[in-house]
């Protein structure tokens, strides 16, 4: 509920052509309301894994982030 927009961008690094181990990222940008954007990157060597691995860094900043404002 707090957020109020998220991104996700994913590319190729080394084009289908060349291939090559982690080679494709996703960026995950996310928009909390009140909050400064948070923004993550994560490479693997597939799209399932690269987002999985952006995904997982994305929640852990966002339940620390929110973590520190409810103790506050």
């Given at each position: 509920e707090r957020i109020t927009r998220m991104d996700?961008?994913?590319s190729?690094?080394?084009s289908p052509a060349k291939g090559g181990p982690?080679?494709?990222q996703c960026v995950l940008d996310v928009r909390l309301s009140g909050l400064q954007p948070i923004i993550?990157?994560?490479r693997g060597a597939?799209?399932?894994l690269?987002?999985?691995g952006a995904v997982g860094?994305?929640?852990?900043l966002i339940e620390s982030r929110l973590g520190k404002l409810?103790?506050?």
């Open positions: 996700v961008r994913l190729d690094e080394n982690d080679d494709q993550v990157t994560d597939t799209v399932d690269a987002v999985r860094k994305m929640r852990n409810e103790e506050r």
